[in-house]
Nanobody, 125 residues
Framework: QVQLVESGGGLVQAGGSLRLSCVAS????????MGWFRRTPEKEREFVAY????????SYADNVRGRFTMSRDNAKNTAWLQMNSLKPEDTAIYYC??????????????????WGQGTQVTVSS
C-alpha cells in the first residue's frame, strides 16, 4: 500500500508559477512510476505528466509541455510538479498517482494503482 499526499496548490495569477509536491509513504517509493493528473468540472482526470522510476524518462501532455516540469527524489519519497507560465485553463484539482512496475499506457489513469486526495490550483486571468 502507498499513501500519497499532495500540497502546494493555491491561487495564482496568469503567468505565475506554482510547485506541487507529492509525498509518499508506505511501500518503496522508487518502485513506482509517478504521475500527475488533473480534473475539472468538464473533464475527468486528464493526464498531465509522468516520470519513471529513476527519473530517467518523462512524458508530458501537449498542453503543458514546455511549461511544466516533473521531478522526483527517491531518497525523500517525494515527487514535484513545477508549473510555470500558468494559464486560466490550468485551473483544476491536481492529483499525484503511483503506478507499479510493468504498468502500461502511463498516460492513462487506469495504469495507476494509488492516488492522492488532490490539491486545488486556481489561475486567475
Amino acid at each position: 500500500q502507498v499513501q500519497l499526499v499532495e500540497s502546494g496548490g493555491g491561487l495564482v495569477q496568469a503567468g505565475g508559477s506554482l510547485r506541487l509536491s507529492c509525498v509518499a509513504s508506505g511501500r518503496t517509493f522508487n518502485s513506482y512510476v509517478m504521475g500527475w493528473f488533473r480534473r475539472t468540472p468538464e473533464k475527468e482526470r486528464e493526464f498531465v505528466a509522468y516520470l519513471t522510476l529513476s527519473g530517467g524518462s518523462s512524458s508530458y501532455a501537449d498542453n503543458v509541455r514546455g511549461r511544466f516540469t516533473m521531478s522526483r527524489d527517491n531518497a525523500k519519497n517525494t515527487a514535484w510538479l513545477q508549473m510555470n507560465s500558468l494559464k486560466p485553463e490550468d485551473t483544476a484539482i491536481y492529483y499525484c498517482a503511483a503506478a507499479g512496475r510493468g504498468a502500461r499506457d502511463l498516460s492513462s489513469r487506469n495504469a495507476y494503482d494509488y492516488w492522492g486526495q488532490g490539491t486545488q490550483v486556481t489561475v486567475s486571468s
